[in-house]
């Protein structure tokens, strides 16, 4: 019923407008979308950014997308796929397609040498929450931190 392929250019306003739609929905939060479009393109153009896929229907429309950031681990010599920017069109949800859209990474991290699949979730997104831990996901015995750059 659903298809996911590996995003391309062609996808680019989609992934962008999913992006922002997913920061609303995600933390009720705005994003500037001219910035998220420079970030998606990148991504888009270059893999060593950012990987992109999306979900297509079976009348060829994208219904759902995320995107894969790799992080060295010199602890344990491989990367880490970090699962961001995860959204399903609101139509499409409940039936499975984070599942499908995980376990098609999960593979793609398996042949790519992947030592595992990391994300992070806003920890008042609860519906997230439930979803990932429904698909493997467990909470890891980190505390995500961060320091802003402007003004400093």
């Known amino acids: 019923m659903y298809r996911i392929r590996r995003a391309h250019s062609t996808d680019l306003e989609t992934l962008v407008a999913f ?7 995600a933390v009720g ?3 500037d979308v001219d910035a998220v479009r420079r970030g998606v393109h990148a991504g888009l153009e270059d893999p060593t950014v950012a990987t992109y ?10 219904v759902g997308s995320t995107s894969v950031v790799t992080e060295w681990s010199d ?6 796929w970090w699962v961001q920017s995860m959204f399903i069109v609101p139509e499409h949800r409940g039936g ?18 992947a030592l595992d699949l990391r994300l992070y979730v806003h920890n008042e997104n609860q519906r997230a929450l ?16 961060t320091r802003p750059l402007e003004g400093d």
């Not at 992006?19 to 929905?25: F, I, K, N």
């Not at 499975?96 to 040498?113: I, K, N, Q, T, Y």
């Not at 439930?130 to 931190?145: D, K, L, N, T």
């Open 19 to 25: 992006t922002v739609e997913g920061a609303r929905d």
């Open 29 to 31: 939060e705005e994003r």
């Open 53 to 62: 896929w999306v979900v297509e229907s079976t009348d060829h429309q994208v």
């Open 75 to 80: 602890w344990h010599g491989g990367y880490y």
């Open 96 to 113: 499975g397609l984070v599942d499908l859209l995980l376990d098609e990474l999960a593979d793609a991290a398996r042949a790519g040498g």
């Open 130 to 145: 439930e979803a990932y831990r429904r698909c493997g996901f467990s909470e890891a015995p980190y505390v995500i931190m």
